[in-house]
């Protein structure tokens, strides 16, 4: 099943340099990438910028699929990458791209997830205002992560993009 957020998310992170902002936020503060382009999708849609107490609920609703189901794939998936052992395995190759399938696959069904919690319909608007929602969205995930707003300007940059092409 493909939903509008999903789109936008494959089409945003294909991007240049959004991935990489995205994960270092993820492996570095331990960021949820999938809200993080919620929060993008949500503001260029013209669904407005997300507060802390709604994305506290979102993150309650996403957070045991993304530990339990997500981050299981994600840790078996990078054992396959960096482990010597692992890596000489005759067909560990196409394994990991297996178990890479099979990550994405769940991240969609958290993005579902997200999607289907949506309550505000899209309306247009201009990049402008989607860019400033989506800082102020952000910036209400970076506090709610306990983060410093600083920490957001690379992932806002980045993200940019996703307000021109979409």
């Known amino acids: 099943m493909t939903s509008g957020f999903w789109d936008f ?8 340099g959004v991935a990489d ?8 503060h331990g960021a ?8 993008a999708w949500h503001a260029a849609s013209g669904r407005g910028e997300l507060f802390p107490e709604r994305i506290a609920v979102l993150d309650s609703r996403v957070e045991a699929w993304r530990r339990v189901v997500i981050g299981a794939l994600r840790n078996v998936r990078e054992h396959i990458k960096s482990d010597a052992v692992f890596t000489q395995l005759p067909g560990s190759r196409q ?3 297996k178990v890479l399938e099979a990550e994405l696959a769940c991240e969609q069904v958290a993005q579902q997830l997200l999607e289907s919690l949506t309550e505000n319909k899209p309306v247009a608007i201009s990049e ?7 800082g102020a969205s ?12 600083d920490s957001r300007t690379p992932v806002l940059e980045a993200l940019r993009v996703a307000f021109r092409n979409n």
């Open 9 to 16: 998310s494959l089409k945003t992170y294909a991007q240049p």
């Open 21 to 28: 902002a995205l994960l270092t936020m993820q492996n570095t």
């Open 32 to 39: 949820d990438v999938n809200l993080l382009l919620y929060c």
């Open 95 to 97: 394994a990991r791209e």
């Open 128 to 134: 402008e205002r989607a860019v400033e929602s989506f």
């Open 138 to 149: 952000l910036g209400a995930y970076c506090d709610y992560l306990g983060l410093a707003r």
